[in-house]
């Protein structure tokens, strides 16, 4: 079965500074999804990424696939309190619209 | 504005007892949905996958008899809990696809039990 280990768990950075989130497959990826939760809420989709070096940006987040498709990377620019919450990758299974997903990162922004 | 509403997001129930859980894909139909869950401080896991018209399929360790899955309709899953204990408490949350690659979540559901 597919595996994904998100890194770190959790992370605390001051506001303005820039950061990154990593998403490790232990197979190939066919399809990453990039969701950000508020402990208890629904999931908010950030973005999702399919071919091997894709890389997409919205606002000031970006995301990356690497070419071998087995890591993804989430980097925020000058981060905000708006920022902060939980950050899921997802993997799709076998191609299909079901996901598993790592353990999230816990990202907190200071002012 | 939402695109798959959850209902209801919080719901307190005896032990013993059952509680429906609903989901909808609003302004488009969903053939598919599927039911995830997410224990404090950790990840979600997949439950379920609802099929539009036939019976749901369960993932590994999860009890089809526990957690009824009904997918009645192209905007409609149902996820019923029988005989709820606490140990089944926990954030219940839905997901569908509108077209394309995009997966939109619910809002998601909190059970408790007691």
């Known amino acids: 079965s597919q595996e994904l280990e998100q890194s770190p768990q959790s992370l605390i950075v001051q506001e303005g500074k820039n950061l990154t989130i990593n998403c490790t497959s232990s197979k190939t990826l066919y399809g990453l999804y990039w969701y950000k939760q508020k402990y208890g809420e629904g999931l908010i989709f950030l973005m999702m990424l399919q071919k091997g070096g894709e890389e997409k940006s919205h606002e000031k987040i970006t995301a990356k696939l690497d070419e071998k498709k087995q890591q993804s990377s989430l980097h925020i620019t000058a981060s905000q309190p708006s920022h902060a919450g939980i950050y899921l990758c997802?993997?799709?299974?076998?191609?299909?619209?079901?996901?598993?997903f790592g353990q999230g990162t816990r990202l907190t922004i200071n002012p | 504005g939402a695109v798959v509403s959850q209902h209801p997001s919080w719901v307190i129930c005896k032990s013993g007892t059952s509680v429906k859980i609903e989901c909808r894909s609003l302004?488009?139909?969903?053939?598919?949905m599927f039911w995830y869950r997410q224990f404090p401080k950790q990840s979600l896991m997949l439950m379920a996958t609802?099929?539009?018209?036939?019976?749901?399929?369960?993932e590994q360790g999860v009890e089809k008899d526990k957690f009824l899955i009904n997918h009645a309709s192209l905007t409609l899953s149902t996820l019923t809990v029988t005989s709820a204990h606490p140990e089944d408490s926990s954030f219940y949350i839905c997901?569908?696809?509108?077209?394309?690659?995009?997966?939109?979540f619910g809002e998601g559901s909190w059970l408790t039990v007691v």
């Open positions: 609802s099929n539009e018209g036939s019976k749901a399929t369960y």
């Open positions: 302004d488009f139909q969903a053939t598919t």
């Open positions: 997901s569908a696809t509108k077209g394309g690659n995009t997966i939109y």
């Open positions: 997802g993997a799709a299974i076998q191609g299909a619209q079901k996901l598993v």
